[in-house]
Structure formats: C-alpha cells, structure tokens
C-alpha cells in the first residue's frame, strides 16, 4: 500500500541578496514547506501567477519595483496569500507601510530563525481561521437561503419574490407576522443574499430586554453611566457595523428607546449612555412585530414618524392556517430532520395523521408544527406516525388551537413534558408485555413511582 503525500505549505522568498535566499530557503525547507524563490519583484510576481504560493516572504527594498509595490500586486491577484515583509532598515515607517498595504505581519533584519518560523506559523494560522470563517459563512449562507423558507402556496410563492427583490437593498424592513410564522428566518435569508452577508447578522430580542437596559444594549455606555456600569461597553449598533441588525419584536420598544432609535435611523449615529461623543454607523435595520403597528400607533403606544421610518419596505410571513397547502411538505420536511436527528426510524406519516394535521388550526404556525412532528418521531414506535403520536390537541383536528385559552410559558412546559411522559410509559409497558417492574426500570423510576404514575395518567393496565 502507498503512503499518503501530504503537500505542505508553500513559500516564496522574495530577496534581492544571495545569502538570504539560501539562509531562508534552506531553513524553509528544513520545516517541510515546499520552496521557491525570486530576486526580483517581476520574477515573484510570475510566479504568484503560475504557481500555487500560501506564504511569500518578501524584501522592502527590491531593484526595480519596490516590495510594497509587489506587496500589493500579490493581494490583488491572491488575497489569501501570506505575506512577511522584511527589512534591514528597522524603521517604524517602511512597517506602517507595509501594514497598510495588506501585509500579514513583518521582520526586521538581522533575524534570528526561531523568530522567522514562529512569524511563520503566526501568519498561516491566521490564513486558517479565515479560510475557516468563510467556510462557515457560505454554510451559515446555504442554510439560511431563500430555498429554506418552504412552501409551494401562492402566498409563499409570493413572500419569496419579495424578499428576493428587497434583499440587495440596503432599505429598512419590517416584517410582520404571528410568532412561529418564521420572522428570524425571513431576516437571516435576507441578510446572508444581500452584499452585507460578510459583514455582522446582530440580534436583539425587544421583548426580552428590560426598559432600563434597552438603550444600554442598543447603543452602549461609558465607564460610570450608571450604577454597576464598572467598564464601557459597545452597543449592538456598533456590534453590527458594516452588516444587518434585527430588531425582532420591535413593537416591545420602551417610548424613550424608540425616540432614540429613531434619531440613528435620521442622522447614522449613536451615542453611548453617559458620553457627550456621537459614533458613525453603518447598519441595515431589520425590524419584525407580531403587533398591528398601526394599531399601536393608534393608541399612543407607538411612535408614528418611528413607525414610518420602519414601513419602507414592509412584508406580511402569512399564518400557517392561510397556507395549509404547505404542511404536507413542512411535515415531511421535518420528519426527515428530527429522525435523521434522534436515529427513529420514521420515514413516512399516515394518511389519518396527516388528515388531522390539515385540519388543525396552527395558532403557533410552523414552529408549532416543527414541535409536534418533533414530539411524534420520539414516540413513535415504526416506521410510520400514526395519529397517537400527534398532541392530543392536534389528534382532534378543527380549530380547538384557537378556541383554547393561552398558556402560561410554565403551563405549556409542563404540559408537553406530561404528554412526553405518558407516551414513554406506553412504549415501556409495550416493550415489556405490560410488567410493571420492567417497565419502571426501562425508564430508571421505581415501580411504586410508576404506578403513581399510571394512575395520575389514567393509563390502564392493560396499555
């Protein structure tokens, strides 16, 4: 059997003194790294053009074109190339310069060659963490794209092309819609197809800040601001220079905070809690609101000339119940996921499972959906989810979803940890013929545990 060839790093050294070359490309090669060099600037360009270079280490002073001019010939034709300048000079200025003009880092001759090898591999790690992060952009990209907004329905079909065309702007958004109708999933599609996806995708939950602390993490504070602020901190807006901010549930905006969200939105600059300094940003607003925004607006609650300001390009995610033609393929979408997840074995729902899914009314839309296909493939007991894996809430179909009184947060938890439960108690008594003493030590309780259980769940002996 061969052994593997592994190609290590590549470097060019770019040196117009003969001892140089040798000292540098003997210790380079000494290192593994595969070697070539150049005496001239022209000589190292040809061969940037040609060859595959990861690293070149290169000279100020060149005869005919000089190292910076090199220097930023090699970035415009290979950008993820390294490059270490050197000089003999030692001056502040000519490293200023080099630095300027895209150089990964630089050394001062005479060097020593433990210096030069870990400038080195300074350098190539730097190259492999921003390889890396791109790798992970062009995923997180993928992932978030236009494609993974599913569904076939006309008011999708819809909701896509308006996104797409609004994606390259650089227009403030709002987005309205239910909560679970996909609102983040809309701003990170938008975000990651738009010329900002390198830059920044910031965060922040409006209704989940207090009012005391909503403009500290929109806009920062200085040292002392307030009581507790030990050390300044930067706002979101900075946090997201260059790239998209999602304001999701703006509608949860404290009056004060909304005066001075609207101020950025006017003039492009924030000011820290507690400085005198205004601070230039550049920032896409994506807003997003399960709110009537006019409705608000209406009533005092909201700001009109915020709200216009925020109404330049707005989008409706309509509510799953307006689209039931998309959840058979959310449903697939979703088995597929959660099984290939938890290794169930599912891999298709049956037709009356379907039929109860249809007809349910969603008033969580997708996100609801996604936990119910969620909790059915952990209980399911075959290849297929039959209707008693569904919740029971959705078991009976029509329009029980909305008819219901809402839940506390606390109330929904414990109630789908209930439905959770039962159903694993069901399987553990399948799986044991019914023997209780088995069955409690299948699910790590003790039998008198599960039978307290059995009875506060009203599941026969014979389940």
């Known amino acids: 059997m061969e052994a593997e060839v592994r190609r290590g790093p590549t470097a060019l050294v770019v040196d117009d003194e003969e001892n140089m070359v040798h000292v540098l490309t003997t210790l380079l090669a000494q290192e593994g790294f595969g070697v070539a060099a150049a005496r001239t600037g022209e000589e190292a360009l040809e061969r940037i053009r040609s060859e595959v270079v990861d690293l070149v280490l290169l000279d100020v002073r060149l005869p005919g074109r000089d190292g910076i001019e090199v220097l930023e010939a090699v970035k415009a034709q290979r950008p993820d190339c390294g490059v270490l300048m050197m000089t003999a000079f030692g001056s502040i200025e000519s490293a200023v310069a080099a630095l300027r003009a895209g150089a990964d880092d630089y050394l001062v001759k005479p060097f020593r060659a433990e210096e030069v090898l870990r400038r080195i591999q300074a350098v190539l790690e730097r190259q492999g963490l921003r390889r890396e992060v791109r790798r992970l952009r062009r995923e997180v990209g993928t992932r978030y794209g236009f494609g993974n907004l599913l569904g076939r329905s006309s008011a999708m079909r819809a909701l896509l092309g308006q996104l797409e065309q609004v994606a390259a702007t650089r227009s403030t958004v709002l987005l309205m819609g239910e909560s679970g109708t996909g609102k983040e999933l809309a701003a990170r599609a938008l975000h990651y197809n738009s010329d900002r996806a390198e830059r920044p995708f910031v965060i922040i939950d409006c209704a989940a800040i207090p009012e005391t602390l909503q403009e500290s993490e929109l806009f920062g504070h200085t040292r002392g601001a307030f009581t507790g602020a030990v050390a300044a901190k930067r706002g979101l807006f900075e946090e997201a220079h260059g790239g998209t901010l999602f304001l999701d549930e703006v509608g949860d905006l404290s009056a004060a905070t909304q005066a001075k969200l609207l101020r950025v939105l006017q003039e492009g600059t924030i000011r820290r809690l507690g400085d005198t300094r205004t601070i230039q940003v550049d920032v896409r607003i994506i807003a997003a609101t399960n709110r009537d925004l006019p409705a608000e607006v209406r009533a005092g609650r909201f700001r009109e000339d915020l709200f216009f300001r925020l109404d330049v390009l707005p989008l409706r995610l309509p509510p799953l119940r307006e689209r039931p033609e998309d959840i058979p393929l959310l449903t697939e979408h979703f088995l597929r996921r959660f099984a290939a997840e938890t290794g169930r074995p599912v891999r298709q729902i049956a037709p009356p499972a379907l039929d109860c899914l249809m007809?349910?009314?969603?008033?969580?839309?997708?996100?609801?959906?996604?936990?119910?296909?969620?909790?059915?493939?952990?209980?399911?007991?075959?290849?297929?989810?039959?209707?008693?894996?569904?919740?029971?809430?959705?078991?009976?179909?029509g329009g029980q979803g909305v008819e219901e009184a809402p839940l506390s947060l606390r109330e929904a938890v414990a109630r789908l940890n209930a439905d959770l439960e039962r159903g694993l108690i069901r399987r553990a008594l399948a799986r044991t013929g019914g023997n209780r003493t088995e069955a409690a030590a299948l699910l790590g309780i003790s039998r008198r545990a599960l039978l307290y259980k059995l009875k506060g769940y009203g599941i026969a002996q014979g389940e």
């Open 359 to 397: 007809a349910y009314r969603w008033p969580g839309n997708v996100r609801e959906l996604e936990h119910a296909i969620e909790r059915a493939v952990l209980l399911s007991q075959g290849e297929t989810l039959e209707v008693g894996d569904l919740p029971p809430a959705v078991q009976g179909g």
